[in-house]
Nanobody, 124 residues
Framework: QVQLVEDGGGLVQPGGSLRLSCRVS????????VGWFRQAPGKEREGVAC????????YYSDSMKGRFTTSRDNGKNTVYLQMNSLKPDDTGVYYC?????????????????WGKGALVTVSS
């Protein structure tokens, strides 16, 4: 059974940084990809970033490029989302999700497994 558990959410001031982690378990092999999504209050969920667990290639939503970086630590089965220069508009619930497909390509945001989410609040 595939499971994803996010950690690292919290309150941060505008301009600050935060790193989310997503521990992944249950895949039978390394050929999967992990995506990050966020849902701001009153808005639809949107894709943020994707990383291939097998080769580390990444893909970012155009609006997220430059401030957000995703990475992985295969030894810990964990994926990270580093968020810098945070703005109040970045407030929302951040989810990690995964699919049994090794590339961040095609229908890159179509994921099969989801974590429960981590709340990020950017406020002074």
């Amino acid at each position: 059974q595939v499971q994803l558990v996010e950690d690292g959410g919290g309150l941060v001031q505008p301009g600050g940084s935060l790193r989310l982690s997503c521990r992944v378990s249950g895949f039978i092999n390394e050929y999967y990809s992990v995506g990050w999504f966020r849902q701001a209050p009153g808005k639809e969920r949107e894709g943020v970033a994707c990383i291939s667990n097998s080769d580390g290639n990444t893909y970012y939503s155009d609006s997220m490029k430059g401030r957000f970086t995703t990475s992985r630590d295969n030894g810990k089965n964990t994926v990270y989302l580093q968020m810098n220069s945070l703005k109040p508009d970045d407030t929302g619930v951040y989810y990690c999700a995964a699919r049994q497909y090794p590339y961040c390509a095609g229908h890159v945001w179509n994921m099969d497994y989801w974590g429960k989410g981590a709340l990020v609040t950017v406020s002074s």
